[in-house]
């Protein structure tokens, strides 16, 4: 396990013919093909599946029409504009970015992840990269980012430390926040499959961060393709301009009642009871989302054999007072 390093090339065409080309840690080519699953999950995802007129999240249903759901704004056109990207960042509350990173580096990424993993938890006759779900979880797995589950090495290992540390992302950050930045030490892994008991709740960050400066960029990268059947990252629209105050009463319908910081589970009571639709893209790898730390987010659930995998980094003002528990890296029993 842990083998595959370097994807050095990905190449598809009409046919049924999809391959990802890697060289291994001994410096060995390897070829993987992607087979029907993984090329329609991980290939050809589509920007609005006319098959799916319902998701879920936290396993509550939630139409996928027009009245809850619309896209999001693509800024790429911003990027040799910095004072118009400030703009769009304020306005908006995020920007979506496309081919901001190097989509070979984010899918060997992905694949070193997977490849940690027992081999029972990937689908015969499939490649780590192609993070296809057997439905069978390895005996022994430890709860997801604990000590001993591969995310809490993998968010330490030197392939992950030098792909967050790319110059491109702090530029970014930096001209969002206009000074000098720092990336904050807990760095995040997600990862879900389908069947998993839970995703992300609708939340501002902030509310996790609070005892810190709210002057703050997330990065949300997805480690490979990734759509609302994949169980993406949605944003609720202009949700960064509404006050705690309009925000209580959501707050009364959570499967967390002890926990004061998500705002509901209930993605589809949230949207109908502020009259906001979430918003939604396809993800291809080497795309990143920005988001402020007061914009209303969460996650879908994974619909496909397709597993999402994901980061999010947080910047900060370097002079900025920043939140102790972020100073930590991140463990999943961190209890933040």
Known sequence: MGELAVVTSASSDSSTNF????????????????????????????????????LTSNGLSIPFDGARFTLLRDSTPLLSDPDALRRRFHDDGYLHLRGALDPDEVRALRADYFSRFDPIYLKTGTEPVHGVFSGQ??????PHGWPGHPAHSFVRSAAFTRFIENPTLLRLAETLLGASAVLLPRHIVRHFHRGSSS??????????LDEG??????????????????????????????????????????????????????????STRLGLRWMH????????????????????????????????????????????????????????
């Open 19 to 54: 391959e990802v080309n890697y060289i291994n840690r001994v410096g060995v080519q390897h070829c993987a093909r992607l087979d029907p699953t993984a090329r329609g999950g991980y290939d050809k995802l589509r920007q609005t599946p006319v098959a799916v007129t319902q």
């Open 137 to 142: 979880l390895p005996s022994g797995l430890p």
């Open 199 to 208: 995703a992300t709740r609708a939340h501002v960050d902030f509310d996790y």
């Open 213 to 270: 400066s709210d002057q703050l960029v997330t990065m949300w990268i997805p480690l490979g393709d990734c759509s609302v059947e994949t169980g993406g990252i949605i944003y609720l629209e202009g949700s960064h301009r509404l006050s705690r105050e309009e925000l209580a009463p959501l707050r009364k319908v959570t499967d967390r009642p002890d926990d004061p910081r998500p705002i509901s589970h209930d993605l589809s009571w949230v």
């Open 281 to 336: 893209i396809v993800s291809r790898a080497g795309d990143i989302t920005l988001h402020n730390s007061h914009l209303i987010h969460a996650s879908l659930d994974v619909t496909g054999e397709v597993m999402r995998l994901s980061t999010d980094l947080r910047f900060a003002r370097r002079d900025d007072n920043i939140d102790y528990r972020w100073t930590i890296p991140w463990s999943g029993n961190d209890g933040n």
